[in-house]
């Protein structure tokens, strides 16, 4: 074992015919936890099969977030791992990004600037909220004041953690059907999975957001998501979860686990997280700030300037 850097490893030959060392990598001494006959925990490490001599490095397990609003407008991050069970969360440190997206008389669209925002918090918090969404007939003063009962801007209280229970949904909006067919789309063995009490789908309240719909403006809450580049600093992110397993506290950390993210469609953004029309925009507003800059006094100027705004009009029409 001196050719390993651990303090930690066991020898393993439950069949009788396949002899390993399971060797810890990090610095959590979980190991014994993660190869119990229900798995608690997760480490890095080397498997060493004495039958051939090959080893094998694991350095990260499988976890799957989903992200959606609830109908009060609040941004729900819904986490889910088949690797080990987490009876609870008791903190978690995540972050993420934002926007909202607003729309005037279903043409004119506009964009608040990407927002990252840190969650850093423990199962006894709550986040507090008022209810964004809006139904357009309550800005008629009588129309339809009955139907909804409760003022839309009475403040309202949800657990920053919280264990979905699919028999009793007050915070949350996604039912089990929907959790199955997005889980089930990665990989098969959710389906049996989701069914037994050891995994179980955990929420994040991250945060309010708009939601708002009167016929003539929208606003709405997008979240950061480019699907074409995993590793994009401005995903969503997971960086210490601290758990409770059968009375043991154990942590996970962010760079031993493979996050696969999803969105749902209402709050999602373009694959390459800039429409066309957004790029456009982009680009024409870079074009008139650049010609409010220019000093129309000099000759030589007004003909690079005019040059600019040939090649900046073939771009658009190009982007078009």
Do not use: C
């Not at 990252?116 to 986040?127: E, G």
């Not at 800005?139 to 979905?164: E, F, K, Y």
């Not at 982009?282 to 800059?293: C, E, L, P, V, Y």
């Amino acid at each position: 074992m001196s050719l390993f850097d651990t303090t930690e490893a066991y020898y393993v030959n439950l069949s009788g015919d396949n002899p390993q060392i399971y060797i810890n990598n990090s610095n959590n001494y979980y190991l014994k936890d993660m190869l119990s006959n229900v798995s608690k925990s997760f480490v890095k490490h080397t498997i060493w099969n004495l039958k051939n001599n090959e080893l094998t490095h694991v350095n990260e397990y499988e976890a799957y977030t989903y992200i959606k609003q609830n109908n009060e407008g609040v941004l729900i991050a819904y986490f889910y791992t088949d690797a080990f069970v987490m009876d609870r969360i008791l903190t978690a440190e995540l972050a993420y990004t934002s926007r909202v997206r607003t729309d005037k008389f279903g043409f004119i669209t506009e964009y608040t600037e990407w927002n990252r925002r840190q969650f850093n918090y423990t199962s006894d918090d709550a986040l507090s909220y008022l209810n964004l969404s809006v139904d357009w007939n309550l800005l008629v003063p009588g129309w339809g004041l009955h139907s909804l009962g409760i003022n839309p801007l009475t403040a309202v209280t949800i657990p920053r953690i919280d264990v979905v229970n699919f028999s009793n949904m007050t915070n949350y909006n996604i039912t089990q059907n929907e959790v199955k067919t997005y889980f089930e789309s990665l990989y098969d063995s959710f389906e049996n999975n989701i069914q037994e009490d050891s995994y179980k789908l955990f929420a994040f309240a991250l945060s309010d957001g708009a939601l708002i719909d009167t016929g003539i403006v929208k606003m709405q809450t997008e979240i950061y998501n480019n699907k074409n580049n995993p590793e994009d600093p401005h995903n969503f992110q997971v960086f210490k979860i601290i758990y409770e397993t059968n009375g043991h506290i154990y942590q996970t950390v962010g760079e031993d686990i493979d996050v696969v993210i999803d969105t749902d469609p209402d709050i999602s953004t373009p694959d390459n997280i800039f429409t066309s029309i957004e790029q456009l925009l982009k680009m024409f507003t870079d074009f008139q700030t650049f010609i409010a800059s220019v000093d129309w006094n000099n000759a030589f100027t007004i003909i690079i300037a005019v040059g600019i705004g040939i090649v900046g009009l073939m771009l658009l029409t190009l982007s078009y």
